[in-house]
């Protein structure tokens, strides 16, 4: 058996961009004794798909700059001995001393995005235009023995319920990423729908992680600003459509529209740079947009990917 770790220390759309990578080494590189370094987050998401891997966690926060540093040791303990190790190409510098000392083969990217770059034995190309999922795939490629092509995967875990809703997703990780009025969406969508729309601002509902991940799988629908439920609602096979500010399209799950509606500067974030102020000063991308011009943009694509069912409706 060769010993692979797989580190992807990040939030839900960073694990969730992984999930191609693990599940063509699992189903067609049974040789392969696979450890995964995920965040608590993104352990809870991939859970499903976990079997038989072995898991180790630890907060992303923990190990930014310098103080993170002192969690190696631990770290290096937890995770053993490993033949290869394959890393994101955001990865922390602690991350990359992990792998440093516990395999000789360490895959990464020529990103110059993280100093641990430099202890990497394999640097794969890195362009900040192309698909972030397709990208990471390469991880696998080097590997082998795995199809050359990547195809879009599903997250175990949606579970329609028996009454029909939607999901609309107005909180991101930064809030150059968020549309102040996108709530006012609902009642266009309830209308067009038939179904009610609920609006989910993120901690600020105070519900339990389980119950997030649990609303988007029973949802009919999903329509959420570029973060991690956009993700994990394509990953789940939900019908979901995204709405972009700054963030660039290569992090587009496949597959999934989204819509960019705003001026020519749009997107100014790049993967593993995204955008946190805007250079303009007027966060036009998104502070321009109007509701009503949103849902003339929604309603083609709602219509076909809930197979008819939407209604046309005055704004």
Not at 120 to 131: A, E
Not at 148 to 154: D, E, K, Q, W
Request: some cysteine; overall charge positive; glycine content about 10%.
């Amino acid at each position: 058996m060769t010993r692979v770790l797989i580190a992807r220390v990040g939030g839900i759309g960073d694990s969730l961009a992984l999930l191609p990578v693990f599940l063509a080494l699992k189903k067609d590189r049974p040789d392969l004794d696979i450890t995964v370094l995920l965040s608590p987050i993104g352990a809870t998401v991939l859970n499903p798909v976990l079997d038989g891997v072995r898991v180790v966690t630890v907060p992303r926060a923990s190990l930014s700059g310098v103080a993170g540093l002192r969690y190696v040791p631990e770290l290096v303990k937890q995770v053993g001995r490993q033949d290869k190790a394959l890393l994101s190409y955001d990865e922390t510098a602690a991350v990359h001393g992990v792998a440093a000392c516990v395999s000789p083969c360490r895959v990464g990217f020529s990103s110059g995005i993280s100093r641990g770059e430099c202890l990497l034995t394999h640097r794969l190309p890195f362009d900040p235009h192309r698909p972030v999922y397709d990208m990471l795939y390469d991880l696998a490629r080097f590997m082998g023995g795995v199809c050359p092509v990547m195809h879009s995967v599903r997250l175990p875990g949606r579970v329609e319920g028996a009454s029909a809703y939607g999901e609309l997703h107005v909180r991101a990780a930064t809030s150059l990423q968020e549309w102040d009025v996108m709530h006012r969406l609902a009642p266009y969508l309830e209308a067009a729908t038939g179904f009610p729309w609920l609006v989910r601002r993120g901690v600020e509902d105070r519900r339990s992680f389980g119950d997030f991940l649990a609303g988007i799988a029973g949802a009919r629908a999903v329509v959420s600003v570029h973060s991690g439920p956009l993700h994990l609602a394509a990953a789940l096979g939900v019908p979901v459509i995204g709405i972009a500010g700054p963030t660039a399209w290569a992090w587009d799950p496949p597959g999934v529209p989204v819509l960019r509606l705003g001026p020519k500067c749009q997107p100014c974030g790049l993967p593993g740079a995204p955008a946190r102020v805007c250079w303009r000063g007027d966060h036009a991308c998104l502070s321009q947009l109007l509701p009503r011009m949103v849902m003339k943009s929604l309603l083609p694509v709602l219509h076909a990917q809930l197979q008819g069912t939407v209604s046309p409706c005055a704004f």
